[in-house]
């Protein structure tokens, strides 16, 4: 007979196969069933249990096709799988993987398998087919994502470029690489059960392309995060999408964001990669690949951009914590933040090197954003009087490299403000040209900040483009330490 007994771990547990008790192990609990051994021998009894019921199901419907969310509800209700998941969790609390707790007790611990999980790692079609597998990588890998250790995690980032890199590329905490199909094969879920899976990429398809990555150290807790939807996902990872939108023409916008844990889960954020079919010999079906619109490197063009890159990623100010840094810093960095999103998200109405907006309302959003990024720039102590002469003047002493560009921008700043005016009141459409000139101006008032960081966080970097009007000197001091970047346009 079997008697059961709530722990205070709050685990059911059959003692037929598991005794728990106390001990002191930096404030965890033992369990003689934390045994990897023990998990192995009944996660194998399981997939031989899977093999036997998908062979019962066979015969009770000869010729029909197998369901596999009816082999995965079956299996996950079997006696082997509950002791697999039992052996797991305590497996779990001695790795100290996936644990959620109240006060001293675990509520629970490590992944648990249920039809729906059966079904994501492929097992349940695996078991469906009767196709070939390797029994032992498969108890291997399901011991792995059900019970740990914990393991160094990956934030991986999809962004629209097209390059090749000999070396990843540091740009503020994060590697810019080019993804082989290794890359991307070593990271998938459950390699063993690989083919069987619905995959959130396939490496075949997606190698060359070109991400962030950024590595996690490992995390007791997983499968706790909720991915809200951003209207804007490049905000987040303004910093690094803001120097690799400095470098090159082009505004560099997302198109996947995953959290890792490689070999056992992917968790999505966002995925909205675009794909073009590529010509084949006109025998087959076209081929349809992912479409990078953006910087578009050549080989021999690697060793400036990894310097120019480098050279940006410096001049990033470190980020202020919440207790540490003065009011002025906080301000100056929060200001800097909003204009550099604001750059990023008009650029997501914008198709690879030209800022031509996919439709009109887009162009509209497009022209407001940049307004506000000089505005967060330029704009802090103006007056409703003032806005569009001061603005238009900083911009022109910080944007251009001559009296000629000068006198161009303000011009082009005062036509923005009287675009934006008449746009707000159901007038005409900003027009390309009006977009591509902005976008230049802005990412230029950006770098000028980012140059002269110090007088920008003091607040003094306006006084001086106001000075810079009336004073030689003074607009010599500006632009000097500008020119090194003058390929920035």
């Known amino acids: 007979m079997h008697n059961t007994h709530r722990l205070s771990v709050h685990f059911v547990v059959d003692h037929e196969y598991a005794v728990a008790t106390s001990g002191d192990m930096d404030g965890r609990v033992s369990f003689p069933m934390a045994d990897r051994t023990i998990l192995l021998d009944s996660l194998h009894d399981m997939l031989e249990a899977g093999r036997s019921l998908a062979a019962t199901l066979r015969d009770a419907y000869p010729g029909a096709a197998l369901e596999p969310r009816r082999i995965a509800e079956?299996?996950?209700?079997?006696?082997?799988?509950?002791?697999?998941?039992?052996?797991?969790?305590?497996?779990?609390?001695?790795?100290?993987?996936?644990?959620?707790?109240?006060g001293n007790d675990y509520l629970s611990a490590g992944r648990k398998l249920t039809p729906d999980t059966i079904e994501e790692i492929g097992l349940a079609t695996a078991l469906?087919?009767?196709?070939?597998?390797?029994?032992?990588?498969?108890?291997?890998d399901l011991a792995s994502y059900m019970s740990g250790p914990p393991i160094p995690g990956i934030h991986l980032v999809g962004i629209d470029a097209s390059l090749t890199l000999s070396e990843p590329i540091s740009i503020d905490g994060w590697e810019l690489f080019a993804a082989s199909r290794d890359d991307l094969k070593v990271m998938l879920p459950l390699p063993s059960l690989g083919d069987f899976q619905v995959r959130p990429w396939d490496p075949e398809i997606w190698a060359g392309l070109v991400f962030l990555r950024r590595f996690i150290k490992p995390?007791?807790?997983?499968?706790?995060?909720?991915?809200?939807?951003?209207?804007?996902p490049e905000w987040g990872l303004w910093r690094p999408l803001l120097v690799l939108s400095l470098v090159t023409p082009d505004v560099i916008t997302m198109w996947t964001d995953h959290d890792v844990e490689p070999g056992r889960r992917i968790y999505k954020r966002l995925d909205r990669v675009y794909y073009e079919p590529v010509a084949t010999d006109g025998e087959h079906e076209a081929i349809w690949r992912p479409f990078a619109r953006a910087i578009n490197l050549e080989q021999s063009d690697e060793p400036a951009f990894?310097?120019?890159?480098?050279?940006?990623?410096?001049?990033?100010?470190?980020?202020?914590?919440?207790?540490?840094?003065?009011?002025?810093?906080?301000?100056?960095y929060a200001r800097l933040k909003i204009a550099a999103q604001r750059l990023l998200a008009a650029g997501q109405h914008a198709t690879g090197s030209t800022a031509t907006p996919m439709d009109p309302v887009h162009a509209t959003d497009a022209l407001l954003h940049y307004v506000v990024a000089?505005?967060?720039?330029?704009?802090?102590?103006?007056?409703d009087g003032e806005i569009v002469?001061?603005?238009?003047?900083?911009?022109a002493i910080?944007?251009?490299?001559?009296?000629?560009?000068?006198?161009?921008?303000a011009r082009e700043i005062r036509n923005v403000y009287q675009t934006r005016s008449r746009v707000i009141h159901g007038g005409?459409?900003?027009?390309?040209?009006?977009?591509?000139?902005l976008r230049a101006i802005v990412r230029r008032v950006i770098l000028g900040a980012l140059v002269h960081i110090d007088s920008y966080i003091s607040g003094n970097l306006i006084h001086r483009c106001d000075e810079a009007l009336l004073s030689a000197g003074m607009l010599e001091s500006l632009r000097e330490p500008l020119i090194p970047f003058d390929y920035i346009t």
């Not at 006696?79 to 644990?99: C, D, H, P, S, W």
């Not at 087919?129 to 390797?134: A, N, V």
């Open 306 to 332: 990894r310097e120019q890159v480098l050279q940006i990623a410096a001049l990033l100010p470190q980020e202020p914590s919440p207790a540490n840094g003065s009011k002025n810093l906080k301000s100056a």
């Open 74 to 102: 079956a299996l996950a209700s079997s006696t082997e799988a509950e002791r697999a998941n039992t052996a797991a969790k305590f497996l779990a609390i001695e790795n100290q993987y996936g644990v959620r707790r109240r």
């Open 398 to 409: 910080l944007a251009a490299r001559n009296d000629t560009e000068r006198i161009g921008v």
């Open 428 to 437: 005409a459409e900003p027009s390309i040209r009006d977009l591509e000139a």
């Open 374 to 383: 000089l505005e967060a720039l330029v704009g802090v102590d103006t007056r």
């Open 389 to 395: 002469r001061k603005i238009s003047q900083r911009t």
């Open 128 to 140: 469906c087919l009767g196709s070939p597998i390797d029994d032992k990588r498969v108890v291997c």
């Open 219 to 232: 995390d007791p807790v997983i499968g706790l995060r909720l991915f809200a939807p951003e209207a804007f």
